[in-house]
């Protein structure tokens, strides 16, 4: 049987700092999108490969997403499915791992001059369209080598935080970045939103003056608020899901937080429906930083 042809979406998850659930929103968000229907790539761009630990993939001795921007292997031949019997990915999600060679790239670089840095994913993720609905392209933090081809074959940017300081204005940095990338690489990419996770229940006076300052400091041309209205809860749950390779749907279906992700992945849907139909008034991020 053919497989159907899908719109893919491809997302580039980031922030400049480290440990503010780049992560854990892709793979969990990958993870409630899997149960609308929808199929997704994870392809891990992070030297210390969270997410391919998290699915309890292989970081050596694989195809990784190395291979996959240098161009030493197709796409296609990096993607671990569940066809492999050493992983068992959550249903409706593939990956490429990443792995230890990521840090080689800027030597390759050097090696071969006439490859353009910002355009290493392009032609992978574009023999890629059609076949997810969802690329995810989970970033590293800092502006290492590959969050610059990220955003170049990106077609939205989601910025993950958490309410705390440091977080919260690493959000700057990375809004200042995708402003540079619709500049100088990508006129078409758009921010589509910033989740918020790890917020603390109930929420206290710190955590509500940031994700107040969140709400209103990132907002599109219209005045309309980026920020997804579904926060994710602070919660162990998380840390087991993770320590047993599993998203929180399949780990414990029930919990309040795997509600989360579902009421999450429903609004990241209908906004990506709204952006589409409201081409006029879709965010600039340019409007957003100047705001
Ligand atoms: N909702 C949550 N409740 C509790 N802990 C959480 C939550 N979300 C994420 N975490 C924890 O926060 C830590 C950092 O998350 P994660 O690895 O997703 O961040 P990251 O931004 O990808 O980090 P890095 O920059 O190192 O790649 C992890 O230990 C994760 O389990
Ligand atoms: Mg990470």
């Not at 990956?95 to 006439?114: C, G, H, I, M």
């Not at 081809?149 to 940017?157: H, I, M, N, V």
């Not at 429906?273 to 991020?285: C, G």
Request: hydrophobic share 40%; with cysteine.
């Amino acid at each position: 049987m053919t497989e159907k042809i899908r719109n893919t979406v491809v997302i580039a998850v980031g922030n400049q700092k480290g440990g503010v659930g780049k992560t854990t929103n892709t793979i969990q968000l990958a993870g409630a999108l899997a149960e609308r229907g929808r199929k997704s790539l994870i392809i891990d761009l992070d030297m210390t490969s969270g997410a391919t630990k998290a699915l309890r993939a292989p970081t050596d001795g694989w195809n990784s997403s190395f291979e996959l921007l240098t161009g030493a292997e197709s796409a296609e031949d990096t993607i671990i499915t569940n066809d492999e019997s050493e992983v068992a990915l959550p249903p409706n999600i593939h990956l490429v791992p990443s792995s230890r060679k990521l840090a080689e790239l800027d030597t390759f670089l050097a090696q071969n001059p006439w490859l353009i840095h910002q355009n290493l994913l392009l032609e992978p993720i574009n023999r890629l369209r059609g076949k997810y609905d969802y690329v995810f392209l989970d970033t590293p933090p800092q502006k290492t080598k590959t969050t610059i081809p990220a955003l170049k074959a990106a077609d939205y940017a989601v910025l993950s935080a958490m309410p705390d300081h440091l977080a919260v204005s690493a959000l700057a940095e990375a809004l200042s970045d995708i402003v540079a990338a619709q500049k100088h690489a990508n006129s078409n990419l758009a921010l589509l939103g910033v989740i918020l996770c790890a917020v603390p229940r109930p929420k206290t006076r710190l955590a509500t003056a940031l994700v107040g300052y969140v709400e209103q400091s990132c907002v599109d041309a219209t005045g309309r608020t980026l920020k997804f209205s579904t926060e994710i809860s602070r919660s162990v749950v998380v840390q087991e899901a993770q320590r047993a390779g599993q998203t929180i749907m399949q780990y414990q279906g029930d919990h309040p937080v795997a509600d989360e992700y579902r009421t999450l992945a429903k609004e990241f849907e209908d906004r990506l429906q709204r952006f589409r139909q409201e081409q006029a008034v879709a965010p600039k991020v340019e409007e957003v930083v100047h705001a």
